[in-house]
């Protein structure tokens, strides 16, 4: 039994980064498990926002890792996604984890992958998960032709992506840091 399917979408616009992401767990691939899932939660003491996407028990403990990192690390973003990822080079992680996350601070925005890779996205938008593309590609327009404010923008790019992708749904949750 595996739990997949979701779409995470994080833009930054003014000195704001909102994150957002749907609540739809899709089971196998034909059926809607849970509609209200919370897949964007802000983490060490409110200072940074993430969302995941992937196998759910991958997702999770990626993201437990990391938020172990920010423990470690006084809650510096970059260099807590670094050394998450230094635990994949020195083969300190067994396998690869079918999860990725979008985390941001005030300041940051990354994606961290199950497989130990840290991506500092081009531009001020960037999406994970089975409608990723959609929301990406939804979020650059908006930046590019609307005065929308961060949050509206991530809000909107899932709304669309919910409209073409089957793994996505429109209950959607936005944290902005």
Known sequence: ????????????????????????????????FKSNAKKVKR??????????????????????????MLQKYSGNLMRS????????????????????????DKDNLFIVSGSGDVIDPDGDACAIGSGGNYALAAARALLSETELTAPEIAYKSLKIASELCVFTNDNIVVEEV
């Not at 399917?5 to 992401?21: L, M, S, W």
């Not at 200072?47 to 028990?57: D, M, P, T, Y």
């Not at 635990?87 to 979008?102: G, S």
């Open 1 to 32: 039994m595996e739990f997949r399917g979701t779409t995470i979408c994080a833009v930054r616009r003014g000195g704001k980064i909102a994150v957002a992401g749907d609540g739809q767990v899709t089971l196998s691939e034909s059926v809607i």
């Open 43 to 68: 983490i060490y003491d409110d200072k940074v926002v993430i969302g995941f996407a992937g196998s759910v028990a991958d997702a999770f403990t990626l993201s437990e890792k990391f938020e172990g």
């Open 81 to 104: 996604a670094v050394e998450l990822a230094e635990l994949w080079r020195n083969d300190k992680v067994p396998r690869k984890l079918e999860a990725m996350l979008i985390v941001a």
